[in-house]
């Protein structure tokens, strides 16, 4: 009975119900109402806001991509159009599903510095990931409700701290899509189809991936409206509710077709190592510091709630839960040459299902736990600041190391695996990347990969792939130095003879003893998290000086 209540009051808009309560009601009534109605909307408004703090408290976030992201908004912005970063970059622009960062902080840079527009895009994206759960229960219960300030956590997922940007925000859309196909739902179908094919064709090209969210949740939610339905028809009604999904995803398919094609193509379906992964990706407070206390407090109550009745799953949610929970659990890891495929649905799952429950208690249980979720998630964001704190001072002490050497050096960057251990440092791999828009300097692991990124590189010196994105080890210096490859963790094409090609070298050791490296690597800085090295032209294979690729020629 509460549940087919719940779907009168949703099919009711706010704005009419408000009308009803306040039309006789004294003025200090009329406050109260509203409040009742619309003061769980404040506290995800406020959680947003605590959770977007820590973006602006550092000056570089603690992504892993962040810097090789902020380097190709300032090549696009103009800067691949001078020297000598015109001799190794190039912008090509092409309808790649990839590209919603690049069509819109570059043209922002002109008007505001380029990392406070990549952070305000940010702040944006983090706010979708927030509210939206919140307008999905709106949208089903009719209400806003408590729930979905559980969904807010969620936010901190693996795709925010690993910096993949455009995914990040991309699915924050989706999800604002998804409440957005369930409150029309009363819209004529002539009104409703184009406005949705003009907005999965946008979420398409912010990623690939984030239109696959909206679809699929489009697509289960009215395959569980029409199989829910009790109908003797509902195979019927099925085909009427999907064919308009089909001509909202056409345009974006179409567009799938012309993809221009990538360097790698396959899948990868490495289920059992990365099971772990699906769930550790769920709460993040940091790079690679998994909040599990948190999940696991979140899965104990939700599963109580549920047990004792304290807790109802909207019935067209129902269905929608379990299939997008299977797949999360079964998606590649591996596709299209995007690597983390794994990662990207069980945030979405997590927070859909916290937005899709209803609870039963009282208003001031319901104050408490909105007070609890807020302090939560201050206490998130404050551990995310300490985190990004130390990553961000690394940042800075680098940045001021490459002050030191010439204009357009070409950096390489590589591991000290037995300095490093156990610790991430994942977070310093795209760091060089920092030099390029500081110093006009050139970095191999900036992100020109052919069908994932506009950005291009001109010559050979550099990573063609996601396969080839990873800096080789110390290890492996010595093989590279006489090009050689064979035997190594990666196929590195880019590195062999490497010291003909680049002129410092930044290996990240975190604090740990530094490994032996080759001689003609010379020590000029020592830092907490990394050592930067000199390069020694002189080992360079005589037959090779002729072909010297030296950055004061560049643009002559």
């Not at 009051?9 to 006789?24: F, M, Q, V």
């Not at 305000?120 to 979905?148: E, K, M, N, T, Y």
């Not at 807020?374 to 190391?401: E, G, K, M, P």
């Not at 003909?500 to 907490?528: E, N, W, Y």
Request: include cysteine; hydrophobic fraction near 50%; glycine fraction near 6%.
């Amino acid at each position: 009975m509460r549940l087919l209540i719940a779907d009168r009051l949703r099919r009711t808009p706010i704005h009419h119900r408000l009308a009803g309560l306040l039309s006789t009601a004294p003025s200090d009534v009329r406050l109260a109402s509203i409040a009742i109605l619309v003061w769980p909307l404040g506290a995800s408004i406020l959680i947003a806001s605590v959770m977007i703090v820590p973006l602006w408290l550092v000056q570089s976030p603690g992504m892993m991509d962040y810097p090789a992201h902020l380097a190709s908004y300032f090549l696009i912005a103009g800067g691949a159009r001078l020297p000598p970063l015109s001799g190794w970059y190039a912008v090509n622009w092409q309808a790649i599903p990839n590209l919603g960062f690049e069509a819109i902080v570059p043209p922002l840079a002109h008007v505001i510095p380029i990392a406070f527009a990549t952070k305000l895009l940010l702040s944006v994206a983090l706010a979708c990931w927030a509210l939206a759960p919140q307008l999905i229960h709106r949208a089903l219960f009719g209400r806003f409700g408590i729930a979905p300030l559980a969904s807010t956590f969620f936010a901190f997922n693996d795709n925010y701290m690993l910096g993949f940007l455009n995914y990040f925000l991309a699915a924050g859309l989706a999800l604002l899509g998804f409440a957005a196909w369930i409150a029309t739902e009363n819209w004529r179908t002539q009104l409703r189809v184009p406005t949705f094919a003009i907005a999965m064709t946008a979420i398409y090209f912010c990623h690939l991936f984030g239109a696959v969210v909206l679809g699929l949740l489009i697509g289960l939610y009215e395959c569980s409206c029409a199989l829910g339905s009790h109908d003797e028809r509902n195979l019927r009604a099925l085909s009427m509710r999907l064919w308009p999904l089909v001509l909202i995803c056409l345009p974006a398919a179409a567009l799938l077709l012309v993809k221009p094609h990538g360097e790698e193509s396959w899948l990868s379906f490495d289920l059992a190592s990365t099971f772990r992964d699906r769930f550790k990706c769920l709460l993040d407070v940091g790079w690679n510091e998994h909040n599990y206390l948190l999940l696991g407090i979140l899965a104990l109550l939700t599963l109580t709630g549920l047990l004792f009745k304290r807790l109802v799953i909207h019935p067209r949610m129902l269905g929608v839960l379990i299939a997008i929970g299977v797949l999360a659990l079964v998606v590649p890891d591996v596709a299209m040459g995007g690597r983390g495929i794994d990662i990207r649905l069980p945030p979405v799952t997590a927070s859909i299902a916290f937005a899709s429950l209803g609870i039963t208690t009282s208003l001031m249980t319901k104050r408490l736990l909105a007070v609890t979720a807020v302090l939560v998630a201050t206490v998130n964001s404050i551990l995310l600041t300490q985190n990004w704190s130390q990553y961000d001072a690394a940042y800075q002490n680098f940045r001021a190391a490459m002050r030191e050497l010439p204009r357009g050096t070409r950096i390489l960057t590589a591991t000290d695996g037995h300095a490093i251990g156990r610790q991430a440092e994942h977070s310093y791999v795209h760091m060089a990347d920092f030099s390029l828009i500081d110093r006009d300097d050139y970095s191999p692991l900036l992100f020109a990969w052919k069908g994932q990124s506009i950005v291009r590189l001109r010559h050979e010196t550099g990573s063609r792939s996601a396969h080839e994105g990873l800096p080789p080890d110390t290890s492996e210096l010595g093989p590279l130095a006489h090009g050689k490859t064979l035997g190594l963790t990666h196929d590195y094409p880019y590195l062999q003879r490497f010291q003909c090609k680049f002129d410092a070298a930044v290996v990240i050791t975190m604090g740990g003893t530094p490994s032996p490296v080759p001689s003609f690597l010379h020590l000029r800085q020592t830092a907490h998290a990394f050592d930067l090295y000199e390069i020694d032209h002189a080992s360079c294979p005589r037959s090779l000086h002729a072909t010297l690729y030296h950055p004061k020629s560049i643009g002559a």
